[in-house]
């Protein structure tokens, strides 16, 4: 059974930056598709981005692209989210998810393992 555990939550003022960790265990991390979604008060979880099994392939959606960086370390099967430039329409509860399928899955029912969650608070 994997376990995800998301590090890095808090508040920041807009236009600030923030990095959000994910330890992955329990399963091959190299082989295990990662993404950040994120749930903002009252919507539903919408996809942010993905990190295939190859740190050159990756995918963003179109109101992170440019701010938001993911990115992967395989030696110490972590993932990271590196969010610049950040805006109260940011806010939300971020997840990290883990999906065994070996392109870029964007969807919720493509991922397997999930995290906890942590709060991303950029107040206006």
């Known amino acids: 059974q994997a376990l995800l555990v998301e590090s890095g939550g808090g508040s920041v003022q807009a236009g600030g930056s923030m990095r959000l960790s994910c330890k992955v265990s329990?399963?091959?991390?190299?082989?295990?598709?990662m993404a950040w979604f994120r749930r903002a008060p009252g919507k539903e979880r919408d996809f942010v981005a993905v990190?295939?099994?190859?740190?050159?392939?990756?995918i963003y959606s179109d109101s992170v692209k440019g701010r938001f960086t993911v990115s992967r370390d395989n030696a110490k099967n972590m993932a990271y989210l590196d969010m610049n430039n950040l805006q109260p329409e940011d806010t939300a509860v971020y997840y990290c998810?883990?999906?065994?399928?070996?392109?870029?899955?964007?969807?919720?029912?493509?991922?397997?393992?999930w995290g906890q969650g942590t709060q991303v608070t950029v107040p206006s």
């Open positions: 998810a883990g999906s065994h399928w070996a392109g870029l899955p964007s969807t919720l029912e493509a991922f397997d393992y």
């Open positions: 329990g399963r091959p991390f190299a082989t295990t598709a």
């Open positions: 990190i295939g099994w190859s740190s050159s392939n990756t």
